[in-house]
C-alpha cells in the first residue's frame, strides 16, 4: 500500500503538566534525524523554533510540558520546515495528500484541519485521502492521527507520567520507553488535562460488488490509473521497481496511461536467473530497464543498516526489506523523487498461497475472510516495513494500490474474481485481466506469483551468509538486531 518518505515525527506531553518535555523531544529527534536533517522544528502551545541543527534547539532554552517537532527530509522544492503555526494552532505533518499538487501538504493539512473538529484531525481523517501522521496542538490540547490504512508508521508509549509518539520506535526506546505500541490506524487521539478522548476509524468494509470479471476488470483498470493520477501531480517521470510479475507490469502500464514517463528499476542478487525474465517483459512492455545485480558482501553490508531501519529481528522481514532499501537507493542514484510499487495487490486480489489453501481446505468464504483481515492489518504487516526501508531517501516510494476508492472496490469484489481455483496461476484473476486489457504482455500477465524475497534471491543468500556463520538464519538477524538495539534501549 501507500507509503511515502518525508521526515520524522514526534509529539511529547507530560499528563500531570509539571515537567519540561523539551529535551526528552530534542533526544527522540537527535534518534530519527537520519530520516530527515535538512532542518528541525520544536513547537509548544505558545512557541515555534525553527533551526538548521538540533544543537541550536538545544540552546534555545525552551521549556513546556508538551511539544510537537519535525525533523525535514526534503525531496520536493515544495517540502517545507515545520511545525506550522497559525495563530494558537501549532501542526506537524508528515506525509502526503492527494491529489498531490506543488502546494505544500503540510500547509493544506493546516488549512483542512482548521475546519474540522476534534483539534481539527477527526473529520481530517475520515475525509482527506493521503498517508500520513500528523500532530496538533491547540487550547492547551495535543491531538494526533494517523491515516486510515496506517501507510505512516506511528508509535506510541508512556513512562513515568510521561507520553509520546514518533515515526519509530527507536525514539520512544531512547527516552525510557522500551516497549512502545502501534498508533491504531486511522484513530485520532486528543489528550487535554488528565484524560484522552479517542476517535475510532471508518470501517472499510463495503457490501458484495455484483459484477462480471470483464466490467470489473475495466473499472479496477481506471481506478488504478487514477490512483496514479493522483499521486503523480507533482512528478513528470516516475521509476517502478519492477519484478517482471502482474503486480508492478500493471503499474508501469498504468503509470503510463496516466501521462508519465516510466523507467523500470529490478535489483536482485548476483548470478539470480530471475532477472532474465524481468529483462524480456520490459522489452515486450518497450519500457527502459534499470538493473542492478547485488553481491553476497553487499547484502552483508545492508542487513545491519536495514535491521536498524525496519526495528525488527524477522528474518523474512528483512529479506524483503532490502528489496526495497536497494530500489530506493538506485532510484535517488538516477534522480528520481519517487518510486512506485505493487505492493497491497496480494491483500487485496488474493495473491498470498495460504488464500488458496483455505479456499481449497474452508471455502472461499474463509478464504476472503483472511484477506479482509490481511487488509486490516497491512500497516503492521508491510507498510510500516517498507516506508522504514526507505526512510531518508530522497526518492519517495508511492504505492498505488493504497488509494482508499481502489481498497473499497477490491474489498467488495466477489472472491471468485480473484481466486478461480487451486492452481496458482489462477491468483489474482482480476488483476490479470487488468493487465491484459492494458496490453500488458503475457509473460508478466500470466506469470505465477514468486514473492519478492524469493525472486530477488535475499532469502536464500540471508541463509548462505549465516550458514558461513555456522548459526541459523533466525540466529544471524537476532544478533545484528541486538547490536542495534542495546546502545539505544534506556531502563525506565
Request: hydrophobic content about 40%; overall charge neutral.
Amino acid at each position: 500500500m501507500l507509503v511515502n518518505v518525508l521526515g520524522a515525527l514526534v509529539a511529547i506531553i507530560d499528563r500531570k503538566n509539571k515537567g519540561n518535555v523539551i529535551p526528552a523531544a530534542i533526544q527522540m529527534m537527535k534518534s530519527l534525524s537520519e530520516r530527515g536533517n535538512d532542518s528541525f522544528g520544536l513547537a509548544t502551545h505558545d512557541k515555534v523554533f525553527l533551526c538548521e541543527s538540533l544543537r541550536e534547539l538545544s540552546e534555545s532554552r525552551i521549556h513546556s510540558s508538551a511539544a510537537i517537532g519535525y525533523g525535514l527530509n526534503r525531496i520536493f522544492s515544495k517540502d517545507i520546515p515545520q511545525p506550522l503555526a497559525d495563530g494558537t494552532t501549532r501542526l506537524a505533518f508528515e506525509g502526503r495528500i492527494y491529489p498531490t499538487s506543488e502546494v505544500p501538504d503540510c500547509e493544506k493539512a493546516l488549512s483542512l484541519t482548521e475546519e474540522r473538529t476534534d483539534n481539527g484531525l477527526g473529520e481530517f481523517v475520515h475525509r482527506v485521502e493521503g498517508a500520513y501522521a500528523a500532530a496538533i496542538m491547540h487550547n492547551g490540547q495535543l491531538a494526533v492521527a494517523r491515516d486510515l490504512l496506517g501507510c505512516k508508521p506511528l508509535y506510541w508509549g508512556e513512562a513515568r507520567g510521561i507520553m509520546a509518539f514518533a515515526s519509530e520506535q527507536k525514539a520512544l526506546w531512547t527516552i525510557g520507553i522500551n516497549m512502545p505500541r502501534r498508533f491504531p490506524p486511522g484513530e485520532v487521539w486528543v489528550l487535554g488535562a488528565g484524560d484522552i478522548s479517542v476517535r475510532k476509524p471508518d470501517d472499510l468494509t463495503c457490501h458484495a460488488h455484483r459484477s462480471d470479471i470483464d466490467s470489473a476488470a475495466e473499472e479496477l483498470s481506471d481506478l488504478v490509473v487514477e490512483s496514479i493520477r493522483r499521486r503523480s501531480g507533482d512528478l513528470k517521470r516516475v521509476a517502478i521497481a519492477y519484478s517482471g510479475g502482474v503486480d508492478s507490469a500493471v503499474v508501469a502500464s498504468s503509470s503510463a496511461l496516466a501521462g508519465l514517463d516510466v523507467e523500470l528499476f529490478t535489483v536482485t542478487m548476483r548470478g539470480n536467473g530471475e532477472v532474465e525474465h524481468a529483462k524480456r517483459s520490459a522489452e515486450a512492455l518497450g519500457f527502459p530497464l534499470t538493473v542492478k545485480q547485488y553481491s553476497l558482501s553487499d547484502l552483508r553490508s545492508s542487513i545491519p543498516e536495514v535491521i536498524k531501519r525496519i526495528e525488527r529481528a524477522d528474518v523474512m522481514s528483512l529479506a524483503i526489506a532490502i528489496p526495497v532499501f536497494w530500489v530506493s537507493q538506485l532510484a535517488e542514484k538516477e534522480g528520481f523523487q519517487a518510486f512506485f510499487a505493487g505492493q497491497g495487490a496480494d491483500e487485496l486480489f488474493g495473491g498470498y498461497d495460504r488464500y488458496v489453501t483455505a479456499y481449497q481446505r474452508e471455502g472461499p468464504e474463509k478464504a476472503n475472510e483472511m484477506m479482509m483481515k490481511d487488509v486490516q492489518r497491512i500497516a503492521e504487516l508491510n507498510l510500516e516495513r517498507d516506508e522504514q526501508a526507505t526512510a531518508g531517501s530522497k526518492a519517495e516510494l508511492r504505492l498505488p494500490f493504497s488509494d482508499l476508492d481502489l481498497v473499497r472496490f477490491a474489498l467488495s469484489l466477489p472472491i471468485h474474481l480473484k481466486i478461480g481455483g487451486t492452481d496458482e496461476a489462477l491468483q489474482k484473476l482480476i488483476l490479470r485481466r487488468v493487465a491484459q486489457l492494458q496490453g500488458v504482455p503475457k509473460s508478466a500477465s500470466e506469470r505465477p506469483k514468486r514473492a519478492m524475497q524469493y525472486a530477488t534471491g535475499v532469502a536464500s543468500s540471508i541463509r548462505e551468509i549465516a550458514k558461513q556463520a555456522r548459526i541459523t538464519p533466525r540466529d544471524y538477524v537476532s544478533k545484528q538486531y541486538d547490536r542495534f538495539t542495546r546502545r539505544l534501549l534506556v531502563r525506565s
